[in-house]
Protein backbone atom coordinates (compact mmCIF):
# COMPACT_ATOMS: atom_id res chain seq x y z
CA UNK A 1 0.00 0.00 0.00
CA UNK A 2 3.05 2.19 0.99
CA UNK A 3 4.51 1.47 -2.82
CA UNK A 4 1.25 2.23 -4.61
CA UNK A 5 0.96 5.77 -2.46
CA UNK A 6 4.28 6.40 -3.70
CA UNK A 7 3.22 5.74 -7.04
CA UNK A 8 -0.25 7.53 -6.74
CA UNK A 9 2.09 10.68 -5.48
CA UNK A 10 4.85 10.55 -8.38
CA UNK A 11 1.71 10.42 -10.98
CA UNK A 12 0.09 13.18 -9.11
CA UNK A 13 2.39 15.75 -8.98
CA UNK A 14 4.26 15.32 -12.75
CA UNK A 15 1.34 16.14 -14.86
CA UNK A 16 0.44 20.36 -14.95
CA UNK A 17 -3.06 19.63 -14.92
CA UNK A 18 -2.76 18.93 -11.25
CA UNK A 19 -0.95 22.30 -10.51
CA UNK A 20 -3.05 24.12 -12.84
CA UNK A 21 -6.33 23.21 -11.27
CA UNK A 22 -4.67 23.70 -7.25
CA UNK A 23 -3.48 27.13 -8.19
CA UNK A 24 -6.55 28.19 -9.63
CA UNK A 25 -8.41 26.78 -6.93
CA UNK A 26 -7.21 28.81 -4.41
CA UNK A 27 -6.93 32.41 -6.79
CA UNK A 28 -10.34 31.65 -7.46
CA UNK A 29 -11.46 31.40 -4.12
CA UNK A 30 -8.71 34.41 -3.15
CA UNK A 31 -10.46 36.58 -5.73
CA UNK A 32 -13.79 35.90 -4.76
CA UNK A 33 -12.58 36.91 -0.96
CA UNK A 34 -11.44 39.71 -2.48
CA UNK A 35 -14.20 41.16 -4.58
CA UNK A 36 -16.77 40.50 -1.54
CA UNK A 37 -14.60 42.72 1.02
CA UNK A 38 -14.03 45.29 -1.87
CA UNK A 39 -17.97 45.41 -2.63
CA UNK A 40 -18.65 45.93 1.23
CA UNK A 41 -16.27 48.64 1.56
CA UNK A 42 -19.21 51.60 0.96
CA UNK A 43 -21.72 49.71 1.59
CA UNK A 44 -24.51 51.20 3.73
CA UNK A 45 -25.10 49.89 6.49
CA UNK A 46 -22.14 48.66 7.57
CA UNK A 47 -21.21 44.58 6.59
CA UNK A 48 -20.73 42.44 9.47
CA UNK A 49 -18.38 40.10 10.27
CA UNK A 50 -20.55 37.50 9.08
CA UNK A 51 -21.51 38.90 6.33
CA UNK A 52 -18.31 39.64 5.15
CA UNK A 53 -17.33 35.69 5.75
CA UNK A 54 -20.03 33.82 4.64
CA UNK A 55 -19.94 36.19 1.49
CA UNK A 56 -15.88 35.94 0.90
CA UNK A 57 -16.15 31.88 0.78
CA UNK A 58 -18.32 31.76 -1.92
CA UNK A 59 -15.23 31.18 -4.20
CA UNK A 60 -15.72 27.52 -3.31
CA UNK A 61 -18.75 27.12 -5.83
CA UNK A 62 -15.77 27.41 -8.45
CA UNK A 63 -13.30 25.66 -6.67
CA UNK A 64 -15.36 22.94 -5.57
CA UNK A 65 -15.70 21.96 -9.78
CA UNK A 66 -11.84 22.31 -9.75
CA UNK A 67 -11.20 20.16 -7.23
CA UNK A 68 -13.40 17.60 -8.50
CA UNK A 69 -12.35 17.58 -11.56
CA UNK A 70 -8.94 16.99 -10.62
CA UNK A 71 -10.41 14.10 -8.62
CA UNK A 72 -11.93 12.68 -11.82
CA UNK A 73 -9.09 13.36 -13.88
CA UNK A 74 -7.13 11.19 -11.14
CA UNK A 75 -8.41 7.88 -12.54
CA UNK A 76 -10.08 9.18 -15.88
CA UNK A 77 -6.86 10.69 -17.47
CA UNK A 78 -5.44 6.51 -16.75
CA UNK A 79 -8.39 4.92 -18.69
CA UNK A 80 -8.03 7.57 -21.77
CA UNK A 81 -4.53 7.47 -22.15
CA UNK A 82 -3.89 3.74 -21.67
CA UNK A 83 -1.97 4.52 -18.61
CA UNK A 84 -4.13 2.23 -16.18
CA UNK A 85 -2.63 -1.05 -18.09
CA UNK A 86 1.00 -0.12 -16.87
CA UNK A 87 -0.91 0.76 -13.49
CA UNK A 88 -2.81 -2.45 -13.19
CA UNK A 89 0.74 -4.25 -14.67
CA UNK A 90 2.27 -2.55 -11.59
CA UNK A 91 -0.15 -3.25 -8.98
CA UNK A 92 -2.31 -5.87 -9.88
CA UNK A 93 -4.35 -5.59 -6.67
CA UNK A 94 -6.92 -2.67 -8.01
CA UNK A 95 -8.33 -2.32 -5.60
CA UNK A 96 -5.03 -0.90 -3.64
CA UNK A 97 -4.53 1.10 -6.61
CA UNK A 98 -8.19 2.81 -6.24
CA UNK A 99 -7.16 2.95 -2.23
CA UNK A 100 -3.91 4.53 -2.86
CA UNK A 101 -5.55 7.54 -5.10
CA UNK A 102 -8.08 8.08 -2.70
CA UNK A 103 -5.60 8.75 0.19
CA UNK A 104 -3.17 10.56 -2.26
CA UNK A 105 -6.04 12.67 -4.16
CA UNK A 106 -7.96 13.02 -0.86
CA UNK A 107 -4.68 14.75 1.29
CA UNK A 108 -3.69 16.79 -1.41
CA UNK A 109 -7.45 18.19 -2.24
CA UNK A 110 -7.78 18.33 1.47
CA UNK A 111 -4.66 20.60 1.75
CA UNK A 112 -5.63 22.56 -1.60
CA UNK A 113 -9.15 23.27 -0.11
CA UNK A 114 -7.55 24.10 3.54
CA UNK A 115 -5.54 26.97 1.83
CA UNK A 116 -8.14 28.38 -0.52
CA UNK A 117 -10.24 28.17 1.95
CA UNK A 118 -7.79 30.28 3.99
CA UNK A 119 -7.21 32.69 1.07
CA UNK A 120 -10.72 33.63 0.35
CA UNK A 121 -11.12 34.13 4.22
CA UNK A 122 -7.53 36.56 4.02
CA UNK A 123 -8.02 38.48 0.84
CA UNK A 124 -11.93 39.05 2.21
CA UNK A 125 -9.93 40.51 5.44
CA UNK A 126 -7.34 42.41 4.06
CA UNK A 127 -9.45 43.99 1.24
CA UNK A 128 -11.98 45.22 4.54
CA UNK A 129 -9.21 46.93 5.95
CA UNK A 130 -9.96 50.92 6.79
CA UNK A 131 -13.26 50.36 6.66
CA UNK A 132 -15.69 50.45 10.03
CA UNK A 133 -16.60 46.84 8.97
CA UNK A 134 -15.62 44.59 11.67
CA UNK A 135 -12.66 42.29 11.35
CA UNK A 136 -13.78 38.13 12.04
CA UNK A 137 -11.00 36.71 13.49
CA UNK A 138 -9.92 33.03 13.50
CA UNK A 139 -10.32 32.61 17.09
CA UNK A 140 -13.76 33.03 17.07
CA UNK A 141 -14.51 29.49 16.63
CA UNK A 142 -17.94 30.76 14.85
CA UNK A 143 -15.51 31.62 12.33
CA UNK A 144 -12.49 29.52 11.99
CA UNK A 145 -15.32 26.41 12.07
CA UNK A 146 -16.52 27.18 8.59
CA UNK A 147 -12.99 28.04 7.02
CA UNK A 148 -12.15 24.44 7.86
CA UNK A 149 -15.47 23.04 6.96
CA UNK A 150 -15.03 24.17 3.20
CA UNK A 151 -11.64 23.09 2.64
CA UNK A 152 -12.90 19.23 4.31
CA UNK A 153 -15.72 19.79 1.58
CA UNK A 154 -13.36 20.61 -1.11
CA UNK A 155 -11.69 17.86 -0.34
CA UNK A 156 -14.44 15.41 -0.21
CA UNK A 157 -15.59 17.01 -3.06
CA UNK A 158 -12.30 15.29 -4.64
CA UNK A 159 -12.65 12.32 -3.55
CA UNK A 160 -16.66 12.37 -5.37
CA UNK A 161 -14.75 12.72 -8.38
CA UNK A 162 -12.06 10.38 -7.84
CA UNK A 163 -14.88 7.47 -7.24
CA UNK A 164 -17.31 9.18 -10.40
CA UNK A 165 -14.25 8.88 -12.29
CA UNK A 166 -13.72 5.14 -11.04
CA UNK A 167 -17.46 4.19 -12.18
CA UNK A 168 -17.52 6.30 -15.63
CA UNK A 169 -13.91 5.81 -16.69
CA UNK A 170 -14.12 8.95 -19.29
CA UNK A 171 -12.96 12.31 -18.87
CA UNK A 172 -15.99 14.03 -20.69
CA UNK A 173 -18.54 12.08 -19.05
CA UNK A 174 -17.33 11.83 -15.59
CA UNK A 175 -16.78 15.25 -14.91
CA UNK A 176 -20.29 15.89 -16.47
CA UNK A 177 -21.94 13.51 -14.38
CA UNK A 178 -19.93 15.28 -11.58
CA UNK A 179 -21.22 18.94 -11.71
CA UNK A 180 -24.78 17.71 -13.23
CA UNK A 181 -24.63 15.86 -9.59
CA UNK A 182 -23.75 19.10 -8.08
CA UNK A 183 -26.38 21.72 -9.40
CA UNK A 184 -29.32 19.62 -10.97
CA UNK A 185 -30.70 18.41 -7.56
CA UNK A 186 -30.02 22.09 -6.22
CA UNK A 187 -32.55 23.50 -9.38
CA UNK A 188 -35.21 20.30 -8.85
CA UNK A 189 -35.17 21.67 -5.13
CA UNK A 190 -35.78 24.98 -5.77
CA UNK A 191 -38.92 24.34 -8.26
CA UNK A 192 -40.61 23.57 -5.03
CA UNK A 193 -40.23 26.80 -2.38
CA UNK A 194 -39.80 26.29 1.07
CA UNK A 195 -41.00 22.41 1.41
CA UNK A 196 -37.64 21.79 -1.14
CA UNK A 197 -35.73 22.07 2.10
CA UNK A 198 -36.69 19.26 3.72
CA UNK A 199 -34.90 16.86 0.71
CA UNK A 200 -32.34 20.28 0.18
CA UNK A 201 -29.82 19.98 2.96
CA UNK A 202 -29.26 16.70 1.78
CA UNK A 203 -27.69 18.42 -1.69
CA UNK A 204 -23.73 19.72 -1.75
CA UNK A 205 -24.08 22.93 -2.73
CA UNK A 206 -26.95 23.95 -0.41
CA UNK A 207 -24.96 22.48 1.97
CA UNK A 208 -22.14 24.41 0.81
CA UNK A 209 -23.65 27.83 0.70
CA UNK A 210 -26.17 27.71 3.53
CA UNK A 211 -24.79 25.06 6.24
CA UNK A 212 -21.08 24.50 5.94
CA UNK A 213 -19.39 27.61 4.53
CA UNK A 214 -21.54 30.33 6.73
CA UNK A 215 -21.34 31.05 10.32
CA UNK A 216 -24.96 30.27 11.47
CA UNK A 217 -26.25 27.59 9.24
CA UNK A 218 -29.83 29.12 7.17
CA UNK A 219 -32.72 27.11 9.48
CA UNK A 220 -33.80 23.89 8.63
CA UNK A 221 -30.44 22.99 7.27
CA UNK A 222 -28.02 20.47 9.38
CA UNK A 223 -25.07 22.14 11.29
CA UNK A 224 -21.96 22.83 9.30
CA UNK A 225 -19.88 19.70 10.76
CA UNK A 226 -22.71 17.39 9.64
CA UNK A 227 -22.92 18.44 5.87
CA UNK A 228 -19.03 17.84 5.90
CA UNK A 229 -19.77 14.30 7.10
CA UNK A 230 -22.64 13.66 5.06
CA UNK A 231 -19.97 14.75 2.07
CA UNK A 232 -17.65 12.40 3.27
CA UNK A 233 -19.92 9.55 3.43
CA UNK A 234 -21.05 10.22 -0.27
CA UNK A 235 -17.61 9.69 -1.25
CA UNK A 236 -16.82 6.70 0.74
CA UNK A 237 -20.55 5.54 -1.29
CA UNK A 238 -19.21 6.53 -4.68
CA UNK A 239 -15.83 5.34 -4.06
CA UNK A 240 -16.92 1.92 -2.65
CA UNK A 241 -19.57 1.51 -6.11
CA UNK A 242 -15.83 2.17 -7.97
CA UNK A 243 -14.41 -0.29 -5.85
CA UNK A 244 -16.91 -3.14 -6.74
CA UNK A 245 -17.06 -1.97 -10.34
CA UNK A 246 -13.18 -2.15 -10.87
CA UNK A 247 -12.63 -5.84 -9.58
CA UNK A 248 -15.01 -6.85 -12.38
CA UNK A 249 -14.41 -5.11 -15.58
CA UNK A 250 -11.53 -5.35 -17.98
CA UNK A 251 -8.62 -3.01 -17.84
CA UNK B 1 7.85 -20.15 -17.66
CA UNK B 2 4.55 -18.85 -18.73
CA UNK B 3 2.01 -21.52 -18.98
CA UNK B 4 -1.89 -21.21 -20.48
CA UNK B 5 -4.12 -23.65 -19.40
CA UNK B 6 -7.22 -24.12 -21.84
CA UNK B 7 -7.27 -20.45 -21.48
CA UNK B 8 -10.72 -18.72 -23.01
CA UNK B 9 -12.04 -15.67 -23.32
CA UNK B 10 -15.59 -14.79 -25.07
CA UNK B 11 -16.21 -10.91 -26.11
CA UNK B 12 -20.65 -11.35 -26.49
CA UNK B 13 -21.07 -14.36 -28.48
CA UNK B 14 -17.39 -13.62 -30.11
CA UNK B 15 -14.79 -16.22 -29.06
CA UNK B 16 -11.68 -14.36 -29.23
CA UNK B 17 -9.40 -16.61 -27.22
CA UNK B 18 -10.73 -20.53 -27.25
CA UNK B 19 -9.05 -23.43 -24.88
CA UNK B 20 -5.38 -21.96 -25.88
CA UNK B 21 -2.99 -24.22 -23.92
CA UNK B 22 0.75 -23.35 -24.27
CA UNK B 23 3.88 -23.56 -22.77
CA UNK B 24 6.03 -20.75 -23.44
CA UNK B 25 10.09 -21.97 -22.39
CA UNK B 26 12.96 -19.82 -20.70
CA UNK B 27 16.24 -19.27 -22.76
CA UNK B 28 14.73 -18.35 -25.95
CA UNK B 29 12.96 -15.93 -28.37
CA UNK B 30 9.02 -17.26 -28.57
CA UNK B 31 7.26 -15.88 -31.43
CA UNK B 32 3.14 -15.37 -31.12
CA UNK B 33 2.14 -15.41 -34.46
CA UNK B 34 -1.40 -14.77 -35.87
CA UNK B 35 -3.46 -12.84 -38.39
CA UNK B 36 -5.06 -9.68 -36.99
CA UNK B 37 -7.48 -10.09 -34.31
CA UNK B 38 -6.68 -13.38 -33.73
CA UNK B 39 -6.46 -13.16 -29.92
CA UNK B 40 -2.96 -12.49 -29.32
CA UNK B 41 -3.85 -9.01 -27.63
CA UNK B 42 -5.91 -10.53 -25.61
CA UNK B 43 -3.74 -13.30 -24.13
CA UNK B 44 -1.40 -11.13 -23.46
CA UNK B 45 -3.81 -9.28 -21.54
CA UNK B 46 -4.90 -11.62 -19.77
CA UNK B 47 -1.35 -13.13 -18.78
CA UNK B 48 -1.38 -9.52 -17.09
CA UNK B 49 -4.39 -10.21 -15.52
CA UNK B 50 -5.75 -6.49 -17.49
CA UNK B 51 -9.08 -8.67 -18.67
CA UNK B 52 -10.21 -11.46 -16.69
CA UNK B 53 -10.40 -15.20 -19.14
CA UNK B 54 -13.98 -16.45 -18.87
CA UNK B 55 -12.25 -20.32 -18.40
CA UNK B 56 -8.65 -21.65 -17.82
CA UNK B 57 -5.38 -20.37 -16.37
CA UNK B 58 -2.50 -18.04 -16.92
CA UNK B 59 0.42 -19.01 -14.81
CA UNK B 60 3.55 -17.58 -14.48
CA UNK B 61 6.08 -19.89 -13.16
CA UNK B 62 3.44 -21.78 -11.63
CA UNK B 63 1.17 -18.55 -10.52
CA UNK B 64 -1.32 -16.21 -11.55
CA UNK B 65 0.47 -12.83 -12.20
CA UNK B 66 -2.35 -11.22 -9.66
CA UNK B 67 -0.98 -13.06 -7.01
CA UNK B 68 2.86 -12.38 -7.16
CA UNK B 69 4.22 -9.49 -5.01
CA UNK B 70 6.28 -7.37 -6.63
CA UNK B 71 4.92 -8.02 -10.59
CA UNK B 72 7.48 -5.66 -12.45
CA UNK B 73 10.58 -7.41 -10.87
CA UNK B 74 9.21 -11.04 -12.59
CA UNK B 75 7.97 -9.56 -15.22
CA UNK B 76 8.23 -7.15 -17.56
CA UNK B 77 5.19 -6.12 -20.14
CA UNK B 78 5.30 -4.05 -23.35
CA UNK B 79 1.98 -3.84 -24.44
CA UNK B 80 1.23 -0.90 -26.77
CA UNK B 81 2.94 2.29 -26.95
CA UNK B 82 0.54 4.46 -25.80
CA UNK B 83 0.30 2.88 -22.13
CA UNK B 84 1.62 6.03 -20.44
CA UNK B 85 0.41 9.81 -20.01
CA UNK B 86 1.06 12.06 -22.77
CA UNK B 87 1.80 15.06 -19.79
CA UNK B 88 3.90 13.03 -17.68
CA UNK B 89 7.84 12.93 -18.27
CA UNK B 90 9.02 9.76 -19.41
CA UNK B 91 11.53 10.04 -16.23
CA UNK B 92 8.20 10.57 -14.19
CA UNK B 93 6.60 7.82 -15.51
CA UNK B 94 9.29 5.15 -15.15
CA UNK B 95 10.22 6.80 -11.58
CA UNK B 96 6.02 6.06 -10.66
CA UNK B 97 6.14 2.75 -12.02
CA UNK B 98 9.16 1.96 -10.11
CA UNK B 99 8.02 2.86 -6.70
CA UNK B 100 5.35 1.38 -6.99
CA UNK B 101 7.35 -2.34 -7.33
CA UNK B 102 10.02 -1.09 -4.73
CA UNK B 103 12.41 -0.37 -7.53
CA UNK B 104 15.45 2.03 -6.56
CA UNK B 105 15.50 5.48 -8.71
CA UNK B 106 18.84 4.55 -9.83
CA UNK B 107 17.56 1.58 -12.07
CA UNK B 108 15.20 4.43 -13.77
CA UNK B 109 17.79 5.81 -14.93
CA UNK B 110 19.92 2.87 -15.68
CA UNK B 111 16.80 1.79 -18.29
CA UNK B 112 16.63 5.29 -19.84
CA UNK B 113 20.35 4.30 -20.84
CA UNK B 114 19.95 1.47 -22.25
CA UNK B 115 17.04 2.22 -24.45
CA UNK B 116 18.27 5.19 -25.27
CA UNK B 117 15.91 8.30 -23.63
CA UNK B 118 18.42 9.71 -20.70
CA UNK B 119 18.55 12.72 -23.04
CA UNK B 120 14.79 12.77 -23.56
CA UNK B 121 13.92 11.70 -20.14
CA UNK B 122 12.59 15.18 -18.77
CA UNK B 123 10.28 15.97 -22.17
CA UNK B 124 6.86 14.89 -22.14
CA UNK B 125 6.08 11.87 -23.36
CA UNK B 126 3.12 12.71 -25.63
CA UNK B 127 6.15 14.93 -27.62
CA UNK B 128 8.08 11.42 -28.09
CA UNK B 129 8.14 10.41 -31.80
CA UNK B 130 6.68 6.25 -32.22
CA UNK B 131 10.05 4.80 -32.15
CA UNK B 132 10.60 6.50 -28.56
CA UNK B 133 7.37 5.15 -27.29
CA UNK B 134 7.90 2.31 -28.07
CA UNK B 135 11.53 2.56 -26.34
CA UNK B 136 9.98 3.92 -23.23
CA UNK B 137 7.72 1.08 -23.20
CA UNK B 138 10.48 -1.49 -23.46
CA UNK B 139 12.21 0.34 -20.48
CA UNK B 140 8.86 0.04 -18.45
CA UNK B 141 9.33 -3.89 -19.61
CA UNK B 142 12.94 -3.96 -17.80
CA UNK B 143 12.60 -1.74 -15.32
CA UNK B 144 12.27 -4.76 -12.73
CA UNK B 145 15.27 -6.89 -14.35
CA UNK B 146 12.14 -9.50 -14.92
CA UNK B 147 13.39 -12.96 -15.34
CA UNK B 148 10.10 -12.92 -17.99
CA UNK B 149 9.23 -10.47 -21.35
CA UNK B 150 6.29 -10.06 -22.72
CA UNK B 151 5.84 -7.67 -25.44
CA UNK B 152 2.95 -7.28 -27.77
CA UNK B 153 4.24 -5.99 -31.34
CA UNK B 154 7.06 -4.22 -30.32
CA UNK B 155 8.91 -3.58 -33.64
CA UNK B 156 5.46 -1.18 -34.88
CA UNK B 157 6.68 2.00 -36.19
CA UNK B 158 10.07 1.25 -35.12
CA UNK B 159 12.73 2.23 -38.22
CA UNK B 160 15.65 -0.33 -39.53
CA UNK B 161 17.93 0.65 -36.95
CA UNK B 162 15.06 0.25 -34.04
CA UNK B 163 14.09 -2.89 -35.36
CA UNK B 164 17.52 -4.08 -35.17
CA UNK B 165 17.72 -3.13 -31.88
CA UNK B 166 14.74 -4.51 -30.58
CA UNK B 167 16.00 -7.68 -32.19
CA UNK B 168 19.43 -7.86 -30.58
CA UNK B 169 18.04 -6.67 -26.88
CA UNK B 170 15.31 -9.72 -27.15
CA UNK B 171 17.98 -12.24 -28.37
CA UNK B 172 20.39 -11.24 -25.30
CA UNK B 173 17.24 -11.66 -22.86
CA UNK B 174 16.65 -14.76 -24.15
CA UNK B 175 20.74 -15.83 -24.03
CA UNK B 176 20.80 -14.91 -20.15
CA UNK B 177 18.30 -17.43 -19.61
CA UNK B 178 14.97 -15.10 -19.68
CA UNK B 179 11.58 -16.24 -21.23
CA UNK B 180 10.92 -13.93 -23.84
CA UNK B 181 7.14 -13.85 -25.40
CA UNK B 182 6.65 -11.66 -28.18
CA UNK B 183 3.58 -11.22 -30.26
CA UNK B 184 4.18 -9.98 -33.88
CA UNK B 185 2.32 -10.41 -37.21
CA UNK B 186 5.10 -9.80 -39.05
CA UNK B 187 6.36 -13.35 -40.05
CA UNK B 188 9.85 -11.87 -41.90
CA UNK B 189 10.31 -10.29 -38.86
CA UNK B 190 9.74 -13.33 -36.31
CA UNK B 191 12.15 -15.35 -38.69
CA UNK B 192 14.88 -13.46 -37.70
CA UNK B 193 13.93 -12.77 -33.92
CA UNK B 194 12.59 -16.27 -32.82
CA UNK B 195 13.05 -19.52 -31.86
CA UNK B 196 10.09 -20.75 -31.06
CA UNK B 197 6.97 -19.60 -32.38
CA UNK B 198 3.24 -20.35 -31.12
CA UNK B 199 0.75 -19.30 -33.97
CA UNK B 200 -2.50 -19.31 -32.97
CA UNK B 201 -6.06 -18.25 -35.82
CA UNK B 202 -9.44 -17.40 -34.48
CA UNK B 203 -7.78 -17.62 -30.79
CA UNK B 204 -7.07 -21.45 -31.22
CA UNK B 205 -3.56 -23.06 -31.06
CA UNK B 206 -2.43 -23.47 -34.94
CA UNK B 207 1.06 -24.75 -33.89
CA UNK B 208 3.82 -25.14 -31.29
CA UNK B 209 6.61 -25.26 -33.29
CA UNK B 210 10.75 -24.13 -34.10
CA UNK B 211 10.80 -21.90 -36.84
CA UNK B 212 12.71 -24.05 -38.93
CA UNK B 213 10.08 -26.61 -38.77
CA UNK B 214 7.48 -24.49 -39.74
CA UNK B 215 9.71 -23.24 -42.88
CA UNK B 216 10.84 -26.81 -43.76
CA UNK B 217 7.45 -28.29 -45.58
CA UNK B 218 7.28 -24.35 -47.52
CA UNK B 219 9.15 -22.38 -49.95
CA UNK B 220 8.81 -19.68 -47.26
CA UNK B 221 7.90 -19.03 -43.36
CA UNK B 222 5.23 -16.69 -45.18
CA UNK B 223 4.09 -19.57 -46.97
CA UNK B 224 3.78 -21.69 -44.22
CA UNK B 225 2.30 -19.02 -42.16
CA UNK B 226 -0.44 -18.17 -44.64
CA UNK B 227 -1.49 -22.11 -45.27
CA UNK B 228 -1.15 -22.08 -41.58
CA UNK B 229 -3.70 -19.33 -40.73
CA UNK B 230 -5.36 -19.65 -44.32
CA UNK B 231 -8.98 -21.07 -42.71
CA UNK B 232 -8.68 -18.35 -39.96
CA UNK B 233 -8.97 -15.04 -41.29
CA UNK B 234 -11.81 -13.01 -40.43
CA UNK B 235 -11.30 -10.90 -43.18
CA UNK B 236 -9.66 -10.67 -46.78
CA UNK B 237 -8.84 -8.62 -50.38
CA UNK B 238 -9.59 -10.51 -53.56
CA UNK B 239 -6.70 -8.84 -55.16
CA UNK B 240 -7.41 -6.43 -57.78
CA UNK B 241 -10.57 -7.70 -60.43
Known amino acids: ?251 | MIELRELTKRYGGRVAVDELSVRVQPGAVTGFLGPNGSGKSTTMRMILGLDAPDRGDALIGGVPYANLKWPLKTVGALLDAGAFHPGRSGRAHLAALAASNDIPGSRVEQVLRIVGLSDAATRRAGTYSLGMRQRLGVAVALLGDPAVLLLDEPVNGLDPEGIRWIRDLLRGLAAEGRTVFVSSHLIAEMALTADRLVVIGRGRLLAETTVAALAAGADSLEDAFLRLTSETTDYRGVGTP
Not at chain 1, 87 to 92: I, Q, Y
Not at chain 1, 142 to 147: C, M, W, Y
Not at chain 1, 184 to 192: E, M, N, R
Not at chain 1, 230 to 245: D, E, H, K, P, Q
Request: hydrophobic share 55%; net charge positive.
Open chain 1, 1 to 251: MKNAARMEWIKLRSVRTTWWLAIMAVVSMAAAGAGVGLGYRSHTPVATAAQILDNSLGGAILAQLLLGALGVLVMTGEYGTGMIRSTFAAVPRRRRVLAAKVAVCGGAALAVGLVASFAGYLSGQLAIRGTAIPAASLGDPAILRPVLLTGVYLGATALIGVGIGTIVRHSGAAIGTLFGLMFVPVIVAGLFGESGIGVGRFFPLLMLLNSIAVTSPVPGLFAGWISALLMCGYAAVVILCGGVLLRHRDA
